[in-house]
């Protein structure tokens, strides 16, 4: 972060400093987890399941320049009082963005795969460009405020996530981005349950056009439909990609590799990436329209995407012991699982096992949603089904009404179970997939795998 004193920010989140003689130190960073504070920061008291209240003394401790907070406190450091502490946050991001307006933001927002986008674009622009990305997923109304905070000036580009959950989020974290260009990735059932239905997530989303720069482009997905239906910004603003004839960058002769890996021809040229899935694809023919319209040279584009190796917990393949392991456990959704299932069928090896954990946040739908899921895996051919959750019922009838046998679906509420029967069943040589919501843990069913290994 660039240095900023504290009489500055007083003036850039509306707060009262005290005293007003401190207002010439100055701020080096900022933070609200004391964990992560480092001396000169400035700690953000914020409240949600604990109040940063409690942990001001511990802040000043470590070093912080100054401690905002919503409410009166004693402390013997400077302070700056503000309504609200997380607005506060969103405000200081918001007018530090328009002190490193030179520095182009990409931003992303989808409902599937932005974070390994993200990574991606970051990945092939660093070939020409010196780019800033947060080091963890930072995407939301605390977490996009710190990533651009982070921002420095020799910064050439910034690549950042977007990511909503209920109505008027995406406005807000919008505004405090400003972004100069956007990428939008696909509509999907996920956090259906607080967005409404797929055209109430499309119409949240899409409002991040409303904020990017007056000649900034777009990049969207032709494939979706809702998005392409947009009329906010001119067709000429507009760069597409995907599997649809008519993209400008078009993704064609898709494959999944024997051993998980992925290719498919852009532009005449063959990508070839470690990262499995049609999603995966989709996320490399992203970085790749955005590399070619920010100067980057096709040969420098297919050496990044050849090197990039995505991200753990996300369809990553793995051989433990004598199992080819596909561990995708820190989210799902209806789309997530339908690739990872293809990418299961597509691995070289002996039986398809799929190990599926409950789907979460889709509202009205789960039942409907997670029957689908057992009908699909039945009949993508898997060989047996296991599965985990209060909603494992519905997979189960699904997967019968498709036709798979009794015999190779499992279904408990328990993990210990679940694990035991899987153990139990599976031989050398088969292929597991092991995926689920990130709250289902479904990474101890994988810890028991290398316990046997």
């Known amino acids: 972060m660039k240095p900023v004193e504290l009489k500055e920010l007083e003036k ?30 400035a700690f953000f008291a914020l409240i949600g399941e604990r109040d940063g209240h409690d942990f001001i003394t511990e802040a000043i401790k470590k070093g912080a320049s100054v401690v905002v907070i919503s409410k009166p406190v004693a402390v013997d450091a400077p302070s700056i009082l503000v309504g609200d502490t997380l607005e506060a946050l969103g405000e200081f991001a918001y007018n530090y963005r328009r002190k ?3 520095i182009k933001i990409i931003a992303i927002t989808g409902s599937l795969g932005k974070t390994t986008t993200r990574e991606a674009i970051s990945h092939v622009l660093k070939a020409k460009y010196d780019v800033f990305q947060s080091k963890k997923n930072y995407n939301n109304l605390i977490g996009l405020p710190l990533s651009i905070l982070s921002i420095e000036d020799r910064h050439d580009i910034a690549v950042l996530e977007l990511g909503i959950n209920l109505p008027g989020e995406m406005d807000k974290l919008a505004r405090i981005t400003s972004p100069t260009d956007a990428v939008f990735l696909n509509i999907a059932p996920v956090h259906i349950e607080g967005l409404g239905d797929l055209d109430g997530i499309a119409k949240e989303k899409l409002q991040l056009l409303k904020y990017i720069d007056d000649n900034g482009k777009a990049f969207l997905n032709l494939d979706d439909e809702r998005l392409m239906s947009q009329n906010i910004i001119p067709a000429e603003r507009i760069i597409t990609f995907g599997f649809s004839a008519g993209a400008d960058y078009r993704i064609e002769n898709f494959k999944i590799n024997g051993d998980g890996s992925t290719a498919f021809t852009i532009d005449g040229s063959t990508v070839n990436t470690p990262v499995s899935g049609i999603g995966a694809a989709y996320s490399a023919a992203c970085a790749w329209a955005v590399g070619r319209e920010f100067g980057i ?155 046997i290994a």
């Open 100 to 102: 490193i307006d030179d």
């Open 12 to 41: 850039m989140i509306g707060g009262k400093l005290s005293p007003v003689s401190a207002g010439s130190i100055v701020a080096t960073g900022v933070a609200f987890d004391t964990r992560e504070l480092c001396h000169g920061d």
């Open 297 to 451: 040279s096709e040969k420098a584009i297919l050496e990044r995407l050849g090197s990039f190796e995505g991200l753990p917990d996300r369809l990553m393949i793995e051989r433990i012991g004598q199992y080819t392991v596909l561990i995708d456990s820190y989210n799902s959704s209806p789309v997530a699982v339908e690739g990872a299932l293809q990418t299961l069928t597509a691995i070289d090896g002996g039986r398809k096992i799929a190990v599926l954990g409950d789907m979460l946040e889709l509202g009205d739908s789960e039942i409907h949603y997670h029957s689908i899921m057992g009908e699909t895996a039945a009949k993508m051919g898997v060989d047996a089904l296991f599965l985990f959750g209060k909603l494992s019922g519905a997979a189960l009838e699904g997967g019968k009404r498709a036709g798979m046998p009794s015999s190779k679906i499992f279904s408990t509420g328990d993990i210990e179970e679940l694990a035991a029967s899987l153990l139990a069943f599976i031989r050398p040589e088969d292929v597991i997939l092991v995926k689920g919501s990130r709250s289902m843990r479904m990474e101890r069913v994988v810890e028991k795998l290398r316990e």
